[in-house]
């Protein structure tokens, strides 16, 4: 168990919708990241955030959206959703003092289907 | 970020050590060399990290090449469930961001 939690395990939705995936980093760590894992492209980072704020945006579409919110919580907003969409979306937090050794902790993933 | 090179696939029989192979070329003087494993769609894992000296931790040890264009990801004792994807990251720790890229890794097949 890494510590990072994410909600919910699965999600099964419509192509068009909009949701929402939720993650808690460890007790203590500033940084969350957000990657997508599909069958096609691998694990890629989509966005991080440190401490609230927007630090680094990968290959995230204008569909998806992300915030950190003041407790640390962070979460991903997926809107007009494709079938391309679908894959296991995972959240990873890491400490202030990454910086000295870049762990980061991955949660269980959220899996989207959209249908 | 230097670009890596691992083999697609590989296969081990348990208690025996297994050896990931990663070439990474045109890594940097400043840039780390980091593994990862992923066991079947769970969140990835780290496992250990180096710059030019070897490693070792509980799970496993690193080597890296004096010239540091490659390295080797030692299992010392492998068991069935250490069948996972093995990634192999070379990073800098300097920059803004802190993201992992990773690339298609190594499945290691324990068997029994």
């Known amino acids: 168990d890494s510590g990072v939690t994410q909600t919910p395990k699965h999600l099964i939705t419509a192509t068009g919708q909009r949701v929402t995936l939720r993650c808690s980093p460890r007790?203590?760590?500033?940084?969350v990241y957000w990657y997508q894992q599909s069958l096609d492209q691998g694990l890629q980072f989509l966005i991080q955030?440190?401490?609230?704020?927007?630090?680094a945006k990968g290959n995230i579409l204008e569909r998806f959206s992300a915030q950190q919110f003041p407790d640390l919580h962070s979460e991903l907003n997926l809107s007009s959703l494709e079938l391309g969409d679908s894959a296991l979306y995972f959240c990873?937090?890491?400490?202030?003092?990454?910086?000295?050794?870049?762990?980061?902790?991955f949660g269980p993933g959220t899996r989207l289907t959209v249908l | 970020d230097a670009k890596t090179t691992q083999p697609t696939s590989m296969d081990c029989a348990e208690g025996r050590a297994a050896n990931l192979p990663c070439n990474h070329s045109t890594i940097s003087g400043n840039e780390y060399v980091y593994w990862y494993r992923q066991i079947h769609s769970q969140g990835p894992q780290y496992i250990i990290h180096g710059l030019k000296n070897n490693e070792t931790n509980e799970m496993a040890s690193l080597i890296i090449t004096e010239d540091r264009k490659s390295s080797t990801l030692i299992l010392p004792h492998a068991t069935l469930r250490d069948t996972a994807v093995y990634y192999c990251i070379v990073r800098a720790l300097t920059g803004s961001a802190r993201q992992l890229t990773f690339g298609s890794g190594t499945q290691l097949t324990v068997l029994p």
């Open positions: 007790s203590g760590d500033l940084s």
């Open positions: 990873a937090s890491s400490p202030r003092s990454a910086d000295l050794n870049n762990e980061q902790f």
């Open positions: 955030y440190y401490n609230g704020e927007e630090r």
